[in-house]
């Protein structure tokens, strides 16, 4: 049984401990997804870096996700009704699951919008492929934002009971994007008087969904529930430029999980293999934000000041030039973030512990700018 501890609280954010039986995972927490292993294979395969010097990713948390295409015809919830396409699915699923090891695995159906409804075919259908999959922890979704609590009490609760009986544990999931505050809250209150201690969220826009972002806050300060989201956009919609997924941490969410590409959701959204060199911006720790070039040297000299292998003796220009030149700069770009907002998110656990985490804030130029943007607006 997975047990989660709120170690600390501070300035909305929740320092909590996941003990899996094996590990012992701090959060706030970066989780790793799956298209970030998939960069690290697209570079030991260009032949530059040898598998041997690349490190492994340090995330403890590892996110599968496929996203739901109907465009492309890529995967299909519906689909999976098809025995053969079942098993072909779940090979791909296995193969995505080999990487990071010793981490807590999750699989996420990132839907095409939250409104759509997973029927509780789906549902099941989803369980099972995560169950075959040899995920310990199981995500059911709760089928339309606006069930009745009562509803969704009865499928949770069927849900959990069937998992109970092969040992595996249940994560029900609640769409951020409630238009029915009163329901959501509801929502969150039932799963709480279950005993329900894992609980996935997905990240919908911080501005329209204020209302619910701060039901969770205000829910979970004094829980011992561990709140994963997933689908977090790499830069605040509203400025383009703070890491979202820091802004989250306000709000008591635990661990982060990217969103997969969403080209038909976001607006002129250019694949990151599509992207010009001129608009690619590097994570930097120091403000939480992404930088563009002219940014980054006017503000650090061209200092890179990263020592991970992608970066390790390379000015902010060569990191560039060098990468672009081999039409992978998006892709090394996206690890360098990995690496490093993992990193900055443990640094800021250890602040909430210290009661700290309102000073932290105000350190990081871009996330503090968000956050008073934030508060200025809703107070
Ligand atoms: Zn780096």
């Not at 990071?100 to 990132?110: E, G, P, R, T, V």
């Not at 995560?130 to 934002?145: H, S, Y």
């Not at 992207?275 to 200092?303: A, F, I, M, W």
């Not at 990995?338 to 009661?355: P, Y």
Request: hydrophobic share 35%; proline share 3%.
């Amino acid at each position: 049984m997975i047990s989660v501890k709120l170690e600390g609280t501070d300035f909305g954010a929740r320092n909590i401990t996941i003990d899996t039986g094996g590990n012992r995972i701090v959060a706030p927490s970066r989780a790793l997804i799956s298209t970030e292993t998939h960069y690290v294979e697209k570079i030991i395969n260009s032949g530059r870096v040898a598998t041997a010097v690349f490190p492994p990713y340090p995330h403890e948390i590892y996110e599968v996700v496929r996203a739901e295409n109907r465009k492309k015809n890529q995967f299909q919830v519906s689909e999976l009704s098809n025995p053969k396409v079942f098993e072909r699915k779940l090979v791909g699923l296995k193969q995505d699951l080999r990487f990071q090891k010793n981490a807590l695995k999750l699989f996420h159906y990132q839907k095409m919008s939250p409104f759509f409804e997973m029927t509780r075919e789906n549902n099941i259908l989803l369980a099972k492929f995560q169950a075959d999959a040899e995920l310990k922890v199981i995500k059911v979704w709760d089928e339309r934002v606006n069930t009745s609590p009562k509803y969704f009490e009865t499928q949770i609760d069927q849900f959990r009971n069937k998992l109970d009986e092969v040992g595996l544990e249940i994560m029900p999931v609640l769409e951020t994007a409630n238009p029915d505050v009163d329901n959501y809250e509801a929502k969150w209150k039932l799963l709480h008087d279950m005993g329900i201690n894992k609980v996935g969220t997905t990240a919908e826009s911080i501005l329209q969904n204020w209302k619910n972002y701060s039901i969770i806050q205000k829910f979970v300060e004094d829980k011992d529930i561990w709140v994963h989201a997933s689908g977090v956009p790499r830069r605040w919609a509203s400025n383009h430029t703070t890491s979202e997924m820091h802004i989250l941490q306000r709000f008591g969410i635990n661990t982060f999980a990217l969103e997969v590409f969403r080209p038909f959701l976001r607006e002129g959204a250019v694949s990151v293999y599509d992207r010009n060199p001129k608009d690619q911006k590097l994570y930097d720790q120091n403000t939480c934000g992404g930088l563009g070039l002219k940014e980054g040297v006017s503000l650090y000299h061209g200092e890179l000041n990263c020592d991970h292998v992608c970066c390790n003796g390379k000015t902010r220009a060569e990191f560039y030039t060098d990468y672009a030149k081999l039409e992978l700069l998006p892709v090394y770009a996206n690890v360098h973030e990995a690496f490093n907002s993992f990193e900055e998110m443990q640094m800021g656990a250890k602040r909430i512990l210290d009661h700290d985490f309102k000073d932290y804030v105000k350190e990081k130029h871009y996330l503090n700018e968000a956050m008073n943007n934030l508060d200025k607006r809703f107070s």
